[in-house]
């Protein structure tokens, strides 16, 4: 299994809006509706920011939202904020087995 | 609220067994809904999904560790613990457990240990 494709690095200005791609196939993202989104700030543990492709856990601002079309799901952060720098891992259920991205770093300018 | 905490060896000889346990604080792993899972991250590296096990000892592993690597829960120890055998530099790692609720749970890793370094060197 080949980590999910995202590109390595997004940026952009405070109060900006950005979207991260992940792109699976047909066995993967493109079979189930369980992409969930993760990010990660250096040196502590992933966190759940997006789950079920579209879906929000409690405590996670709404200026994160997800979707998904096909075989790629997207990130997108609305009104970038300082503390959204950080790295952001996507995860499809595989089948029995889970697959992460490839992982993005978000720079705020 | 649920917590996972690991803990083990930070350092392993190459050749050896690299072993983890992962202890489960506000909750129970004999849960029904909830997958314990191990995953790791190279240093400077994504995340990778290892495996993971529901509590009455049914097991997922990750294709490419399916020769090495076991999984498993105490339900006595309220723990789960991971042993990857014949371990080289290339599982040189930083290890997370964390819980996968599925069913009507979030479908997803929605709680993570602090994770644990391990380096394998002689």
């Known amino acids: 299994q080949s980590a999910l494709t995202q590109p390595a690095s997004v940026s952009g200005s405070p109060g900006q809006s950005i979207t991260i791609s992940c792109t699976g196939t047909?066995?993967?993202?493109?079979?189930?509706?369980?992409v969930s989104w993760y990010q990660q700030h250096p040196g502590k543990a992933p966190k759940l920011m997006i789950y079920?492709?579209?879906k929000r856990p409690s405590g996670v601002s709404d200026r994160f939202s997800g979707s998904k079309s096909g075989n790629t799901a997207s990130l997108t952060i609305s009104g970038l904020h300082a503390e959204d720098e950080a790295d952001y891992y996507c995860?499809?259920?595989?089948?029995?087995?889970?697959?992460f991205g490839s992982g993005t770093k978000v720079t705020v300018l | 609220q649920v917590q996972l905490q690991e803990s083990g060896p930070e350092l392993v000889k190459p050749s050896q067994t690299l072993s983890l346990n992962c202890t489960v604080s506000?909750?129970?792993?004999?849960?029904?809904?909830?997958?314990w899972s191990w995953i790791r991250q190279h240093p400077g590296k994504g995340l990778e999904w290892m495996g993971y096990?529901?509590?009455?000892?049914?097991?997922?592993?990750n294709s490419s560790l399916k020769s090495r690597i076991t999984i498993s829960v105490d339900t006595s120890m309220n723990q789960f613990s991971l042993r990857l055998s014949s371990v080289t530099a290339a599982d040189t790692a930083v290890y997370y457990c964390?819980?996968?609720?599925f069913g009507s749970g979030p479908n997803a890793f929605d709680i993570w240990g602090q994770g644990t370094m391990v380096t394998v060197s002689s």
């Open positions: 506000g909750g129970s792993v004999s849960s029904s809904n909830y997958y």
């Open positions: 995860c499809s259920y595989a089948g029995s087995s889970s697959l």
């Open positions: 964390a819980r996968w609720a």
């Open positions: 047909s066995s993967d993202v493109g079979s189930y509706n369980l």
């Open positions: 079920e492709v579209t």
């Open positions: 096990s529901y509590y009455s000892g049914s097991t997922y592993y």
